[in-house]
Structures are given as structure tokens and as C-alpha cells.
């Protein structure tokens, strides 16, 4: 579903990602995990196509994303490629971003009306049908101002879902909360985890978290994945020196 070949991403004379390899399977969920610095935000920044890459090529269900083929060559995307290309990419930040002034239904409903061109009544349906998976059905009236941050972050997880993305990113979703919300969010990713079988990408600081649900975790490290494998296997029996200690350090 999601391919990295040989990509390369520097800043000035900063070389950020260096010739990186990276293969997701469809419904796979990879933990990217590793110091701060290492990339590991640039990656999925790059699938959202915020960011330039300076070689190589990203390939999201088999097309890729910088390049469009043309009279069976491969030219630079136009803008209406590149849109339905970000289209098959949902992200979840940080920092919810959801917008200020509309409802937590509203803020579900955007997207698809605007984007996806549904009716109003189907976009309705399908973002109550979200905001019910994430279990914020009872405060869908509610503006962002009067959640909390988890139920803002589950709000902005129902919203990208109802784009009906092939991929979803998730890049430390949970380091802006308070200790005692985390668990609310971790059980919805949980949750899309064990029944929706979606393909995730997830930058995360939770070690335990990544161990739980993953079904692979890439180390990160320089811009190169230093050591990747089952979460038993990286975090049971790293092979590598600076996985070792990278663990060791944050555990
Ligand atoms: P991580 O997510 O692992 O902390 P990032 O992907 O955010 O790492 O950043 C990797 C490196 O790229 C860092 O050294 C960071 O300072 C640098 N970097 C990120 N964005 C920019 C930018 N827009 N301009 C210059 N350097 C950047």
C-alpha cells in the first residue's frame, strides 16, 4: 500500500532521510519509532506531500505521488494528481488542528462535503457513524473549546477517517495530552487496529503502545532504518548497538 524507494530528503546541506526503503502492507500497522531528529516526522510528512523529496520515489497503492505517468513516462504531477493523491492519506497530529468555530460533527462533515462532493445527509451519516466508533457521539454539538484534549484528538481521528483514507498517519498523537486521557485515544487506535484492519503509519514516544499493536516497528535512525521487526523481536531482542541503547535509555 505504501512504498519508499531510495528516497531522499535533505535540507540545505542537511541530508534528512538517506536512500530510505520502506514497504507497508495493506492493513499493516508500523511503529516508527527513534531519537528525536532522526526523520521520523519527514516521513510522514512527505506522504502528506508537505514536503519536496530530492530523489527516489513514494508509491501509495501502486501510484506515485510526486510523478504522474504520461504516454507511459513518468512527468511531475499536476495539481488535480496530486489532490486525488492526498485524498488516499489521513493524518492525525499532534496538536488536533480542528477547526475553532464548527461542531465536532461539522468538523467531520467538512471534508466530504467539500472534498468528496457527498450530499450533506450522507456526510451527516457517515461522520455520526465516526464520531459513534470514537465515542464522541454524545458531545457531536459540542466545539473543540469545550472538550478536552483527548476527545479533541478522537474527534480529529473521526475526522480523517471520514475521507475514507487508504492509509492513516499518525505522528505522536498522544505527547500533547494529559497522562490521563492518553488511554482514551490509544483504545481507539486500539480499536481501528483489531477491527478495521486499516494500513497505519504511526511516529509515536509510547514504546508500550508501539509494542502492543504493531505489526512491525522500524528504528529510526540518521534518516536510515537501523533495525525493523516484530515488536517482540526490536524490543525483546534487539540486534543492533544503538537500537540497545535507545531503549535502554528511554525505558
Ligand atoms: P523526528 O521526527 O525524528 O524528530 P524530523 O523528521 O522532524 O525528525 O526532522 C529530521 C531533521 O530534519 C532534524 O534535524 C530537523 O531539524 C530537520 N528539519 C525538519 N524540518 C526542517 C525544515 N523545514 N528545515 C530545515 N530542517 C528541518
Redesign the pocket.
Known amino acids: 500500500m505504501v512504498r519508499f524507494t531510495n528516497v531522499r530528503k535533505s ?1 540545505g546541506p ?1 541530508v ?1 532521510l538517506d536512500d530510505l526503503n520502506l514497504d507497508v502492507a495493506e492493513g499493516e500497522m508500523v511503529s516508527i519509532i ?9 516521513v510522514l510528512r512527505m506522504l502528506m506531500t508537505l514536503e519536496t523529496i530530492n530523489g527516489g520515489c513514494i508509491y501509495v497503492d501502486g501510484k506515485p505521488l510526486t510523478h504522474m505517468p504520461k504516454n507511459d513516462k513518468l512527468v511531475l504531477a499536476n495539481t488535480r494528481y496530486l489532490r486525488e493523491r492526498r485524498a488516499d492519506i489521513g493524518m492525525c497530529f499532534q496538536h488536533f488542528n480542528l477547526f475553532p468555530h464548527m461542531t465536532a460533527l461539522q468538523n467531520c462533515m467538512e471534508g466530504p462535503v467539500q472534498v468528496l462532493g457527498l450530499s450533506k445527509t450522507e456526510a451527516r451519516e457517515r461522520s455520526e457513524e465516526l464520531l459513534e466508533l470514537v465515542g464522541m457521539i454524545d458531545k457531536k454539538d459540542q466545539h473543540p473549546s469545550r472538550l478536552s484534549g483527548g476527545q479533541q484528538q478522537r474527534v480529529a481521528i473521526a475526522r480523517a477517517l471520514a475521507m475514507r483514507p487508504k492509509v492513516m498517519l499518525f505522528d505522536e498523537v498522544t505527547s500533547a495530552l494529559d497522562p490521563e486521557v492518553i488511554g482514551e485515544v490509544t483504545n481507539v487506535i486500539r480499536a481501528l487496529v483489531s477491527q478495521h484492519k486499516l494500513t497505519m503509519l504511526m ?1 509515536t514516544h509510547q514504546m508500550g503502545f508501539a509494542r502492543d499493536i504493531s505489526d512491525r516497528v522500524c528504528f ?1 535512525y540518521g534518516g536510515k532504518i537501523e533495525e525493523q521487526g516484530p515488536p517482540a523481536d526490536l524490543f525483546g531482542n534487539p540486534q543492533k548497538e544503538r537500537t540497545q541503547k535507545f531503549l535502554s535509555a528511554v525505558s
Open positions: 535540507y542537511l534528512v527513534g531519537p528525536s531528529g532522526s526523520g521520523k516526522t519527514t511516529v529510526f
